[in-house]
Structure formats: structure tokens, C-alpha cells
């Protein structure tokens, strides 16, 4: 065989070899970035009761589990018109009250609840200066709240609203105002985001309105079904649900990103025709009083659970999660978590 | 095409020239409030709060020896922590400047006689009500750790020892300061101690009761809800039983169960009642405020059987308001039955009297009864009127005298005088209005003449200069706009008639420098601009011959100035195509009034082209009218035909330009904000023209018996072609190959585009 045209074939496999070797190094990241994400840098779980008293056991439950950041939830914001204020006003109500002082060693994140109604009662305003009012009064308060019941250095606070198309611009300038003052004392500013939402931002490359106003993003992987709707599996959380708004989900916009998932439960009735007739708890569920009482048309209970299978496959789809990541369960209740063993709490906080 | 080609060009120019006009504002008198409880001058302030602002103010002038009251209101109320800070730090020495209020003289003062304690006592005040208004607001939370405004607080309390307490001059206001800090810092017990120790020693009855509201508030905070109550109520502090902005309708119930006869609650019952009234005349959407009418409604309903309420008039007039504001007149006025037999003044008096004529008006079937009633009530108002004005301050009426009598000048001018406002609401409001309801009825007459003194008897009344001088002395001017030889656009201010030499050969339009802004835009102008020419004429009869007192009481107060009506009479004469009456009516029309009319006629009603001026602006309707009249004598006179086929087709041109490019033959307004004068051009008349142009020009064509009066005619209408090629050898069509090598050679070559 003649030098050159060995040189050739040698030359010819080393860049066949160079290209596998390419193709398996990408087909590699690829594999990691899918099927085995990062492990989470923090563990979190949520308090949304409006009494800080945890139990005992959830005090326990939290160590045994590492837990190192607290998202407590202080108040929500309702529309003031709802109690006799100005129509344009906003008003916190349902403020927590601590029985506890907040755990010192865990790094606490205040959480405020926005309710959508509120939004629609600010953009009633013409004056563009309230949201900046509104973000002052909002931080003062959360600052003193902490320093009462808590006194560690705030780090970071979390605003949660299920924002639509049509309030998206006024929360988010809320949250562009709070989020300036927030950095000035140094503080970060992290923002809830529904499934839904994710088809809701990133449309503008070029526009600031456009640009999620929050240093860090939580995406809620919860309440993904509809709760009226008889023909879903589950409400709280179905992985088949989950898929479709992965899709619309744009990196870009979307750069830092926590996540959280349910561990809850609760029951909801229907009457016999399939209507939906209520919400039951899952404390009155458990206690069998689900039925006691009970509203004349309802017919079935179909108890809806965030499922661990659910769970560990949307955590497995999910492309965003960065090896800086939060995972955080919602929410403080032994009587919810109880039904999860240690095994599966572990498996959702090891992703 | 080619025919077309004029049409869109005259179409075209017609935009320009449409905004020549008497005025594009466009007023209704929905802008006029009638519901009132209290003066239109009235303010909570001046009667409650201001009561204790002024006392104090009094107060300090005392202690400090300033005689600046304003300085002193300024200094103490209006300026802020900052402002305060500054003085305070400056009068320690601190290297300080003394900061915005070094100019003011109470402060000064202060600084010159180093009067400290005057200083700490304001700028504690000035901490403690920063501290209150966070407080007060429902974002406040109260957390027991020392924040920064607590440490402040804390600061002020301490400073205030006994010395400070049992000093001579400012001992009260150091007792009432340590209160109030001791309340914001949560310290009850010590409120009601301090309170115990010092309520005898505060001389000053002010500072005494606002301490006790202190004590109120700490009750309130205890839980002890009655008690707090009841010393607000004596105290007259209605922000402390409100919560932080609250809505009317919880204002107004907690206002009533607490306290039912207070001021505050009158106040907040005509605010909202002015914001309805305002509301009805607004074409904006509905504020969210309005929506709370029922809630209103219902508390007024309460109100009116509730035994504590002594002032039930109040409360039935603001139902009636509501139920008006819901389309609800009949309700509103069985509401309003025996209002005055309550416990009213004659104030609240004449404002039931006056809301139920504008009810009844609004409800009432027009006859004769309902007829003199109303103008009972008219002549009521109009005395009223005549108070009103005599009560009004020199200034106040020398304001009033100077304003312009354009629609806001209007507004502007009746706000002080309440009847006028309400009267012209009553009279000139829409179709509800009692002129529109004495015209729906055929009594048309009767409907003009109260209009006419309605709108007008103000400007004799208040003896206004501008208008006055408007009518009587100063003639329109008129910028005209026109693109010149160098292809330009120009403006220039004309103003005689030779001026419009310039124009010859341009297009332009013009634009009137308006002088009188109110005689052809208000509610009576644009009733009577709706009416037939025969109306108006035995209108101006019963000007000229009144038939009975009420005539001649009417005519007194109205404007019944010859060239006004007769201009008007024969426009709308015009308008209908009776020339001989327009005639007779425009010849009464002085030449002097007509240089005053914002309106000036510069084209020629006969020609075909539109950058063709008048050859006379002065009489130019009487003229038109005048022309009008013998082509149509001609046109049925005539023995010769083609006599009496030139002259149709001279009527069809002038008929199509009095509505069209002359539309201010027929009207006086066009272009935007037509909303309540007519657009002739939009009205049966201006369609009836146009047909009866269009069939006698056709019927003129086949009149005509020779060639060479065909010839005039297509020469006149433009039609040079048809000329050209149908008459080559008329004597016109000689004349304009002489004298129009345009026109010739453009009937030759289409590229040629004008004559």
C-alpha cells in the first residue's frame, strides 16, 4: 500500500475519531443535562399557614431532612376596595402571626402573596408613582416583620402572584420597584412562576417590560390540572400536564431558576353529573369528616395527591436547573408530609 | 375621470375652508351642577378643622409675639419633619443651615429671640406626626424592636422634663406633645396617667380637647370601643373614627351611627353628590366612586327615618340626587315631597325648591299650567340671581365683568353664582331641558324667549366688558392662508377687502380671528338654529310687539338686537329658499355688524370656482338673496328662453353654493365639533338643493333654444370641450379661444390639466 495512501486512511480515521469522540463528549452533556440535573445547592420548604407554631415533629422533620432555607409566607395583598379602602388601593391582609420566633440557623426568605385582584386594583391608578410607594410601604414592612420575629440578615425576599397577560406589566413594575430598593440594602428579589406563565414572558428580546423583574425564579411545578375538571388524573400535580408548558419554556428568560414541588394533598367533590362542588383539605380528609356535613350534590371525592412518581419525572424533565438551585416542597404540615417517606423526601431534594 | 377631476379638487378645498367657523367649542349645559346642599364656597375646612388651625395660629401669634399669621400657618403646617430638623439643628448650632423656611418670618422670629422651646416643641410635633401617618396606614406593622422613628420618639419623650412641662408659655403644648408620644409608643397606662395629671392644668381649650382625643384613642386601643366613640364624637374627630381612605359609603354610615348631625357628613354628602352631577355631564366612563350609588342610596333611606338625624332634608335631597343620577326623576321628586318642612334653612330651602323645578321639567307635561308655573319659578330663580350677585365681593364681580363669555368663561363666571348655573341647566339642558319641552309642545315662541334670558340676562347683569365690547365696538379680523407664486404657503392678516387682492389667482382659506366667542355657540343659539324661519320671525314679533307682560318681562332680559335676529332670520330664510323674505329681513342687517361677525363671505356664490372671491363682502347675503330672488323671477317671467335657461342654471349654481362652498348663506358653523349645531350640509335642505340644482341645470340645458346661449352655458359650467367641439363657431366659444388659451387648449390636449 503506498505511504500516502496510508497517511490518507490515517488521516481520514483520526477525524472519524475526532468526530465520535465529539459526538459522545456532546451526546454526554446532553444525557446529563436531561436525565441527571445537578443536585440542588439548598433544600427549602414553604410555610403558607397564618400561625407560625411548627410542631415538634416538623421542627425535627426539617433536621432530619437538612433543611437549610425557610420560605415563609407574611401576608397576601388584596384589593383595598375590599375592605373600604380606595378602589386603587392595596392592603396586606391575612399577616402571619408567630407563636415561634423564626429559626436563626435557617436561612429565612419572606414570601408575599400578591392576589391578582390587587394588581387590576393598582392598574386602576393613573398615578405611575404608586408602585414605587407601594414597593417602599411593601419592603418597610417585610423588614420589620423580619427584624421582629426573626433578626438573622435578610437575604432574599419572594413575591408570588398568578399574574396573567393582561396584569403582567403593572406586577412587574411593582417588582422592578421593589426589587431596586431590595438592592440597595442588598437584598435579592425572587419571583414565583406558574406553568402557565412560562408562555408569558420572553416574547421581546429587545424590551425591558419584558424581562422577568426578579434576580431569581421559582417555578411552581404544582396545581397543573384544572380543579373544576372531573375527566383530569390529578390536579395538583400530573406529569402529562406538565409537558406541554415545558415546551414554551425560553432559557434565555429564565436564567435562575429554583424549583418546587407539592407535597399536599386534598379532595375534591363533585356532584353526580361530574360539576365540581368544593375543596376539602386534607385535614378534614383525613379526619373522615369529608362526608359529614357534606353539601347535599356532592357525589364523589377524588383525592388529589402530589404523586412521587409525578414528582420525580417532572423533576428529570426539567432543562433549567442550575447546580446554584433551590428545591423547596410546598408546604410545613406534618399531616401532609407524614404520607412521604424519608426515602421519597429524599429523592425530591436530591434533584 | 376628467370630469371628476373638479368635483374631488372642490371636495378637497372644501376641508380647509371647513373650519372657518364661529367656534369649535362646543358647550352644554349638562357642564352646569345644580345639586348643592351647602354654597359652592363651602369647605369642611373652613368650618371644623380650620377652627383649631386658626385658634392655634392665634395662639402661637400670642406666645411668640410674631403677627405673620400666613408665616405662622406655613411655618407650623405646612412645613415638614426636614424643614423642622434643619431649624432645630440649626438653633443648636449644629453648623447647620436654617434650610427652606429661613425666609419665613415666624421662624426667624424664633431664631432671633432663640426661643428653643417654641423649636422643640414643633419639631417634636413634626416627629410625632410623621410616625402617626406611617402608623396610621395599613402597611404599618408594629413590631416591639427599636426602629429608627421609635428611637426618635423615644428621643422627643425624654426630651420633655418637668421644666418643659410647667413652662409658663409653652407648658400645654409640651403636656399635649408628651401625650401624643406616649400613645405612638404604645404606652397606654402612661396616656390615661399623664391625662389624670394634666387635664386641669391645660388652659388652652383646643389643645385640651385634641389631648382628649388622645384618650380616646387609647380607650379604643384597650378595647374600650364606647368610650373612644363618644369622645370623638364631642370633639368633632371624624379622621379617627374613619379608617385610612375610606370609600363614601363606609365614611358616610360610620359618620352617621357616631355622629348623624355632624358637618362632616353634610360635606360628604355634597362631594358626592357634585361628583354625580359632575358624572352625569362626563361622556368618560363611569368612575368606580359612582357604583357605590345604592350603598348611598340605602344610608340615605336610613338616614331619613332614623330618629337621631335632625337634618333629614339633606339626606332626602341627596336620595333624590342618586335616584335623578339613576334615570329616576318621578321617584327623585316623591322623594323630595315635604323635604322643606324638615329642619332646614332657607338655604336647603331654595335648593329643594330648585332641584324640584328641575325635576318637574324634566317629568311634567307641558300645558298651559305647567307653563306659568315654570315661569313662576323662572322669575324666582332670576331674583335669586340678583342676590346672588349682590353678595359677591368687588373683586369677585370685577373677575366676573372681564371674563370673555366663551364656554369656560362661562363656567368660570357662574361659579359663584349658583341660580345662574342652575337656571341655565333647567332651562337649556338637551331634550329634558324646559326649552326643549316648551318646543316639543309647539310652543316654540315661549321656548326661545326663556332661552334668550336665560343665557343672556347674565351678561346684562353682571355688566360684562368683554362681550359688551364684542357687540358694539369691535370688528372680526381674519388671517387668510393661501399658497403664493413662489409655491409656497403663506399667512397673512387681512383686514379690508382690497387685501384680498393677493388672493387672485391662488387657493386659500381663512381663518377668523374669533371676537365673539359666545353670541354663536351657546344652548339658546343652537335651539333657535333649529327652528324655521317663520319661528324665529314671530319671534322677532313678539320682540318688536310684545303681547302681554311676560313678553315684555322676558324681552327686558334677553338679547334682542336687531342685526343679530334679523342675520339669523334671514340665513334660515335662506336656508328654505325664500329670497324675497331673506331679503327683507337681511336688509335690516347694518354693515357695521356685519364687520363684527366672526364669519366673513369671501367667495363668489356664482361661480364654479372656488379661489373666486366675492366682488362684495359687506352685504354679500342680502346680495345673494337679492340675486337669488330675481333669477327666480326670471326663471318664471322670462319670455325670451334663453333668457330664462341662463338664469336656471345661474339659480342651480348659486342653490348648490349656498349649501356647499358658501355654506354661510344657509348656517353658521361647520367643520369639527358639530355636535350640537347643525352641519347643513348634512341636512334635508342641503339634499333638496342639491336635487333641485341638479334637475334645473338639466332642465336649463333643454330651455336654452340657440346654439349660442348652449355655448354660454357649457362655458359657464366649465365645459370647455363640449364648447369646443359642439359650438367651434359661437361667439363664446371665440371669446374664450381669445382669452382663455388655458381652457382651449386644454379641451385640445387632456395633458394640459386647467384652465
Known sequence: MPQHTLERLYLCSMKQLTLLLAFVLLASCHTNKGKDPAAPAHRGIYHWKTTYNPSQWERDWMKEHKIDRLYVKLFDVEPGAKHGYDDWSMVPVATTSFRQKLPKELDVVPVVYITVEAIRALEQSSDYNLSSRYAEMMVTRIERMMAEHWGGTLKEVQFDCDWTWNTRDVYFLLCQRVKSILHEKGIRLSGTLRLHQLSQVGYDYESEDDEIPFDRSLLMCYNTGRIGDANIKNSILDFNDVTPYLKRYKKDFLPCCDVAYPVYGWGVAFDEEGYFVRLINSHTLAEGKAWKEAPVRQAAIREDWGEPADIVKTQTALPMLDNKHTTILFHLDSLNLSKYSHEEIETFYSR | ?755
Open chain 2, 1 to 755: 375621470m376628467k370630469k371628476l377631476k373638479p368635483f374631488i379638487l372642490a371636495s378637497l378645498l372644501t376641508l380647509p375652508l371647513g373650519v372657518l367657523a364661529c367656534g369649535p367649542f362646543v358647550f352644554t349645559a349638562s357642564d352646569y351642577r345644580i345639586y348643592r346642599i351647602v354654597p359652592n364656597s363651602w369647605s369642611l375646612p373652613t368650618i371644623v378643622h380650620d377652627d383649631f388651625e386658626t385658634k392655634n395660629i392665634i395662639l402661637w401669634s400670642q406666645q411668640t409675639g410674631c403677627k405673620d399669621t400666613a408665616d405662622i400657618r406655613r411655618a407650623v403646617y405646612e412645613g415638614s419633619l426636614a424643614d423642622w430638623e434643619a431649624v432645630y439643628r440649626y438653633m443648636k448650632d449644629d453648623g447647620n443651615e436654617l434650610g427652606p423656611l429661613s425666609k419665613n418670618r415666624f421662624v426667624r422670629d424664633l431664631v432671633k429671640k432663640n426661643d428653643m422651646r417654641a423649636v422643640e416643641v414643633l419639631y417634636g410635633s413634626k416627629r410625632y406626626e410623621t410616625i402617626r401617618n406611617m402608623q396610621r396606614s395599613p402597611w404599618y406593622y408594629d413590631s416591639h424592636i427599636e426602629t429608627d422613628d421609635k428611637v426618635g420618639l423615644m428621643e422627643t419623650y425624654r426630651l420633655i422634663d418637668n421644666g418643659r412641662l410647667n413652662d409658663k408659655r409653652y407648658g400645654d403644648r409640651f403636656k399635649f406633645l408628651a401625650m401624643k408620644c406616649a400613645w405612638a409608643l404604645g404606652e397606654d397606662a402612661t396616656v390615661l396617667l399623664m391625662w389624670e395629671k394634666f387635664q386641669k392644668s391645660i388652659k388652652f381649650k383646643p389643645i385640651r380637647y385634641q389631648a382628649e382625643d388622645y384618650v380616646a384613642r387609647t380607650f379604643e386601643r384597650m378595647g374600650l370601643q364606647r368610650l373612644a366613640d363618644s369622645i370623638y364624637s364631642s370633639n368633632c374627630n371624624y379622621t379617627e373614627l374613619l379608617p385610612y381612605n375610606a370609600s363614601t359609603p363606609t365614611a358616610l354610615k360610620i359618620l352617621l351611627q357616631h355622629v348623624p348631625n355632624s358637618l362632616e357628613l353634610t360635606y360628604r354628602l355634597q362631594k358626592y353628590i357634585s361628583f354625580l352631577d359632575r358624572e352625569q355631564a362626563s361622556s368618560w366612563p363611569a368612575d368606580p366612586e359612582t357604583a357605590k350609588t345604592d350603598s348611598v342610596l340605602a344610608i340615605a333611606r336610613g338616614a331619613i327615618v332614623n330618629p337621631k338625624v335632625h337634618n333629614k332634608t339633606q339626606w332626602r335631597y341627596a336620595a333624590a340626587c342618586i335616584l335623578d343620577y339613576h334615570g329616576k326623576p318621578k321617584e327623585a321628586l316623591s322623594m323630595l315631597k315635604g323635604a322643606e318642612n324638615g329642619e332646614c334653612d332657607k338655604f336647603m330651602r331654595n335648593s329643594v325648591r330648585i332641584l324640584r323645578f328641575y325635576l318637574r321639567t324634566k317629568t311634567a307635561t307641558v300645558n298651559d299650567i305647567f307653563e306659568r308655573w315654570a315661569i313662576g319659578e323662572v322669575k324666582w330663580m332670576h331674583d335669586e340671581l340678583k342676590q346672588e350677585w349682590r353678595q359677591l365681593s368687588d373683586e369677585k364681580k370685577d373677575e366676573i365683568k372681564k371674563t370673555d363669555g366663551s364656554p369656560w368663561g362661562k363656567i368660570v363666571m357662574t361659579d359663584d353664582l349658583y341660580c345662574q348655573g342652575a337656571l341655565c341647566r333647567i332651562v337649556l339642558d338637551g331634550t329634558t331641558g324646559l326649552a326643549a319641552k316648551l318646543a316639543a309642545a309647539g310652543r316654540s315662541v315661549r321656548a326661545l324667549q326663556i332661552a334668550n334670558m336665560t343665557e343672556n340676562w347674565i351678561f346684562e347683569l353682571t355688566d360684562n366688558d368683554v362681550l359688551k365690547k364684542v357687540r358694539t365696538t369691535t370688528d372680526s379680523t381674519y388671517w387668510v392662508y393661501f399658497t403664493g407664486s413662489d409655491g409656497k404657503y403663506h399667512s397673512e392678516y387681512i383686514n379690508t377687502r382690497s387685501d384680498t387682492a393677493m388672493l387672485d389667482g391662488h387657493d386659500f382659506h381663512i381663518w377668523s380671528e374669533r371676537k365673539n366667542w359666545h353670541d354663536y355657540n351657546n344652548p339658546m343659539f343652537e335651539l333657535a338654529d333649529r327652528m324655521t324661519a317663520s319661528t324665529l320671525e314671530r319671534y322677532r314679533e313678539t320682540m318688536l310687539h310684545p303681547q302681554n307682560n311676560i313678553d315684555r318681562w322676558l324681552n327686558s332680559h334677553s338679547y334682542t338686537d336687531r342685526d343679530y335676529w334679523e342675520d339669523i332670520i334671514g340665513t334660515h330664510y335662506l336656508r328654505e329658499r325664500n329670497y324675497k323674505a331673506a331679503a327683507t329681513h337681511l336688509k335690516m342687517v347694518s354693515p357695521t355688524y356685519q364687520r363684527r361677525m366672526n364669519l366673513r363671505c369671501w367667495l363668489n356664490p356664482f361661480s364654479i370656482d372656488r379661489s373666486s372671491p366675492s366682488l362684495d363682502s359687506t352685504c354679500y347675503k342680502l346680495h345673494f338673496a337679492l340675486r337669488m330672488d330675481s333669477l327666480e323671477q326670471a326663471m318664471l317671467h322670462e319670455q325670451d328662453a334663453d333668457a330664462r335657461g341662463l338664469a336656471m342654471l345661474e339659480y342651480s349654481i348659486g342653490l348648490q353654493n349656498s349649501f356647499g362652498n358658501c355654506w354661510w348663506l344657509t348656517s353658521y358653523q361647520k367643520g369639527w365639533n358639530l355636535a350640537k349645531l347643525i352641519d347643513i350640509t348634512e341636512t334635508p335642505y342641503a339634499r333638496q338643493a342639491e336635487l333641485a340644482s341638479n334637475h334645473l341645470r338639466i332642465k336649463a340645458i333643454h330651455t336654452l333654444k340657440t346654439d349660442e346661449a348652449r355655448a354660454r352655458y357649457y362655458a359657464r359650467i366649465g365645459h370647455y370641450r363640449k364648447l369646443r367641439l359642439r359650438y367651434p363657431n359661437s361667439e363664446t366659444a371665440r371669446q374664450y379661444a381669445l382669452v382663455c388659451d388655458g381652457g382651449w387648449m386644454y379641451s385640445k390636449n387632456r395633458k394640459i390639466k386647467k384652465s
